[in-house]
């Protein structure tokens, strides 16, 4: 490792022509708990691109004592993250290190990187694409890793540790209005048995399952390893109307210790545009309820949250056995003013032959659905159901001055143990001041009720933009006849370069949305944050 | 431990000097039909912003009004926005449809990897890059708050000025474009272009 990174800034000597640039981010936080020398967290994070002509090196350092969500990385050689090379001309591209893959819409193979999640299914090994003219492309990929996955949000539980060597081959076919992909991976995943005893913790079939059998293995503790094989196909097509999008994805696996299974991921989606009235219709259906699968991160179909207050609400999508659907419906005015109709709905498979699934018919049925009658919802309780409902009204005045937003949020679920019900209305008002200066007020209010028990929170924050230089914000939190979590938080651009933000108080979890961006931030009990990035 | 981490920092720091100013690298992405594009070719030899966003940013959203004013304005004179998206597979099936309800006239690509994102040094959304006629990186902005736009288009009339672009086939709303701040000296680009001289400090900020 050591050597590597002194080869690494040696060659930057050597070779002149070498173009590069780096970029660092630093979170520091103390609580009331922690100490100075024993922060609450301490990451950082640099990010080095080097390049040579037509080769590019990405390489990410961390140093984090410890990290926000994770396990430290205080030694040298803990600290290389990502490290890949890519080599590409007009006939074939070459990636050498770590492999991040999107392929179709990702039913079978996505590989990414989210640090807030401490997040990383990438693979080591090697993608080679060859471009046999402008409309076809062939793809292979080799590569082996084991990945870390967790299964319980609390970051001090251990999570899994599963290996894996993947081979993939493929093809894209590029036309005017019209693209298909083909792929098949093979793939062998490597289970040791404490791995499998903590799968018995998953709230899923797969977890059912993996307690059944615990009684039948524990005195043998076998390791357990199967090979899985899978088959992709979608294709996209584009109209001056609209788009369609289909793909399909074939599972042949195993349960850990059982029988071989066969499953399938499907994704279709249509959108129209019929006189400025833009209409979305999303259908998933992903079922392979007995694989733990590492590499497929297809749409999620449902909307994601921009409401701080309904973002800690939000659905957990489980890849290997969900299906529903999203509608959404929008029109921008020529005013300026933007209406947005959203409605999803979801639910799991179910394996028992005593409960009906539930047919296509039930599953559209938009008009029984959008009475939000609870009892609806309750007839499907055994098949987890998930609902979102999301109305939004927003746009400037004439004098392009000051900006709103109303929305209405409904969410309902039920989870394995428990059902969620939560009503918010998030507001967001902005007023722009002369020279560049604005005010910008969030403000938002939800009932939520877990089981029977209702619980009302508060969300007020107002922030300060000065000429794009510095920024100042309040953070006022509260649950009624509860908690209340206060802060403040100032942000100074010192440059177009580097930006400083320093933060005082208690934070709840989940988006926080200051100074220009909004981020997912982790609960923060009474005490100091600081966040440095800087680009060089 | 943290002495080798910042140690490499500092010597990566200095390093940075020894490069050749920040290019502008090469990169193959997908617009909203698929097509693959280079983005040294939408450069084309004028000032460029590239900007980057995603569906759940709200201050992404409001920025994107405002490059799309800019896009429409300044584009006579060689200047160009590039909006890049860097929603993944999770959410990526909506862009276009957002991209079609705002009637936006720049360029909009798919970045769903964020390698993009990440070779430009950017962290989080809204990021925005400013490029010279030259492909040179002048200018770097992470977040938005409304009002920023307005030192924003200061500085994109800097990059048409320092290019140097002929005053006879300027296109007249530069020639009349003032920016009128209270109580500050307003900039007016015909004299600038006439006298060939940089902008006075007083009036560069």
Same mark, same amino acid.
């Given at each position: 490792m050591r050597r590597f990174l002194y080869l690494n800034i040696l060659i930057t000597f050597i070779y002149s022509q070498i173009d590069g640039n780096f970029s660092l981010e630093s979170k520091y936080a103390k609580d009331a708990a922690a100490t100075t020398k024993d922060p609450t967290f301490f990451e950082n994070i640099l990010d080095i691109n080097l390049y040579i002509d037509d080769l590019y090196i990405f390489s990410q350092l961390e140093y984090s004592s410890p990290p926000l969500i994770g396990h430290r990385k205080e030694e040298l050689s803990d600290m290389l993250n990502i490290f890949y090379i890519e080599y590409f001309d007009d006939n074939f591209d070459l990636t050498i290190g770590n492999l991040y893959l999107l392929h179709g819409k990702g039913l079978s193979l996505h590989t990414y990187q989210d640090q807030n999640i401490d997040y990383d299914n990438s693979i080591y090994g090697i993608e080679s694409t060859y471009?046999?003219?402008?409309?076809?492309?062939?793809?292979?990929?080799?590569?082996?890793?084991?990945?870390?996955?967790?299964?319980?949000?609390?970051?001090?539980?251990?999570?899994?540790?599963?290996?894996?060597?993947? *081979?993939?081959?493929?093809?894209?076919?590029? =036309?005017?209005?019209?693209?298909?992909?083909?792929?098949?991976?093979?793939?062998?995943? &490597?289970?040791?048995?404490?791995?499998?005893?903590?799968?018995?913790?998953?709230?899923?079939?797969?977890?059912?399952?993996?307690?059944?059998?615990?009684?039948?293995?524990?005195?043998?503790?076998?390791?357990?390893?199967?090979?899985?094989?899978?088959?992709?196909?979608?294709?996209?097509?584009?109209?001056? =109307?609209?788009?369609?999008?289909?793909?399909?994805?074939?599972?042949?696996?195993?349960?850990?210790?059982?029988?071989?299974?066969?499953?399938?991921?499907?994704?279709?989606?249509?959108?129209?545009?019929?006189?400025?009235?833009?209409?979305?219709?999303?259908?998933?259906?992903?079922?392979?309820? &007995?694989?733990?699968?590492?590499?497929?991160?297809?749409?999620?179909?449902?909307?994601?949250?921009?409401?701080?207050?309904?973002?800690?609400?939000?659905?957990?999508?489980? =890849?290997?056995?969900?299906?529903?659907?999203?509608?959404?419906?929008?029109?921008?005015?020529?005013?300026?003013?933007?209406?947005?109709?959203?409605?999803?709905?979801?639910?799991?498979?179910?394996?028992?032959?005593? *409960?009906?699934?539930?047919?296509?018919?039930?599953?559209?049925? &938009?008009?029984?659905?959008?009475?939000?009658?609870k009892n609806y919802m309750h007839k499907f309780q055994n098949f987890n159901p998930y609902r979102q409902l999301y109305l939004e009204f927003s746009g400037w005045d004439k004098e392009e001055e000051f900006y709103y937003r109303f929305g209405y949020d409904y969410i309902q679920e039920y989870l394995a143990t428990y059902y969620i019900l939560a009503k918010t209305l998030p507001m967001q008002f902005v007023y722009k001041l002369n020279q560049g200066n604005s005010v910008n007020i969030y403000f938002e209010i939800q009932d939520k009720w877990k089981d029977d028990v209702k619980s009302s929170y508060w969300y007020f924050s107002p922030s300060y933009s000065h000429y794009g230089e510095w920024s100042f914000s309040l953070f006022f939190d509260k649950q009624k006849n509860a908690d209340e979590w206060i802060g403040v938080d100032y942000t100074i651009n010192i440059n177009n370069l580097n930006q400083l933000s320093l933060f005082y108080g208690s934070q709840q979890g989940g988006l926080v949305c200051a100074n220009g961006s909004c981020v997912i931030q982790p609960e923060f009990d009474e005490g100091v944050k600081a966040t440095y990035r800087t680009s060089f | 431990m943290p002495k080798y981490f910042f140690k490499i920092i500092l010597l990566l720091f200095f390093i940075s000097f020894i490069f050749s100013q920040d290019k502008l690298p090469t990169a193959f992405l997908k617009d909203l039909d698929g097509k693959k594009i280079d983005i040294l070719d939408l450069h084309n030899n004028g000032p460029m912003a590239i900007s980057f966003w995603?569906?759940?940013?709200?201050?992404?959203?409001?920025?994107?009004?405002?490059?799309?004013?800019?896009?429409?304005?300044?584009?006579?004179?060689?200047?160009?926005?590039?909006?890049?998206? /860097? !929603?993944?597979?999770?959410?990526?099936?909506?862009?276009?449809?957002?991209?079609?309800?705002?009637?936006?006239?720049? /360029?909009?690509?798919?970045?769903?990897?964020?390698?993009?994102?990440?070779?430009?040094?950017?962290?989080?959304?809204?990021?925005?890059?400013?490029?010279?006629? !030259?492909?040179?990186?002048?200018?770097?902005? /992470?977040?938005?708050?409304?009002?920023?736009?307005?030192?924003?288009?200061?500085?994109?009339?800097?990059?048409?000025?320092?290019?140097?672009?002929?005053?006879?086939?300027? !296109?007249?709303?530069i020639l009349d474009s003032t920016i009128k701040l209270e109580n500050e000296k307003p900039i007016i680009l015909p004299d600038l272009i006439e006298t060939n001289e940089p902008l006075d400090e007083d009036q560069k900020e």
């Open positions: 471009h046999i003219n402008d409309n076809f492309d062939f793809f292979t990929i080799m590569g082996r890793r084991e990945i870390i996955s967790r299964i319980s949000p609390i970051p001090e539980d251990n999570p899994l540790s599963i290996d894996n060597r993947l *081979i993939s081959i493929g093809t894209y076919c590029n =036309f005017d209005r019209v693209n298909f992909h083909y792929l098949s991976m093979l793939y062998e995943q &490597y289970y040791q048995y404490d791995d499998i005893y903590m799968m018995k913790d998953l709230s899923s079939l797969l977890g059912d399952y993996i307690e059944g059998i615990l009684p039948m293995i524990e005195n043998d503790t076998p390791d357990y390893s199967m090979k899985n094989i899978e088959h992709n196909f979608g294709f996209n097509y584009f109209n001056d =109307f609209g788009d369609l999008s289909y793909e399909r994805s074939l599972i042949y696996y195993h349960k850990i210790l059982g029988e071989r299974e066969t499953g399938s991921r499907e994704y279709f989606s249509t959108y129209i545009n019929f006189h400025g009235i833009n209409i979305i219709l999303e259908h998933k259906d992903y079922n392979t309820p &007995y694989l733990y699968s590492l590499f497929s991160n297809p749409p999620i179909g449902y909307r994601e949250s921009t409401s701080i207050l309904s973002s800690r609400n939000v659905h957990t999508l489980d =890849f290997n056995n969900e299906f529903g659907h999203q509608l959404e419906i929008n029109k921008s005015f020529d005013s300026g003013t933007t209406i947005l109709f959203n409605y999803a709905f979801a639910m799991h498979h179910k394996d028992d032959n005593n *409960i009906k699934e539930t047919n296509i018919y039930n599953l559209y049925g &938009y008009m029984k659905n959008l009475l939000l009658d | 995603f569906l759940a940013c709200e201050p992404c959203k409001k920025e994107m009004k405002y490059l799309d004013q800019f896009n429409n304005k300044y584009s006579e004179n060689g200047f160009k926005v590039v909006s890049v998206n /860097t !929603d993944n597979s999770r959410t990526i099936n909506r862009v276009k449809p957002y991209i079609n309800s705002k009637k936006y006239s720049f /360029t909009v690509l798919n970045d769903p990897k964020s390698f993009f994102l990440r070779k430009l040094g950017g962290k989080i959304c809204p990021y925005l890059i400013l490029v010279d006629k !030259d492909g040179n990186i002048v200018s770097k902005h /992470t977040g938005y708050n409304p009002g920023d736009e307005i030192k924003l288009e200061k500085e994109i009339i800097e990059l048409l000025v320092d290019a140097k672009i002929d005053s006879t086939i300027l !296109d007249s709303t």
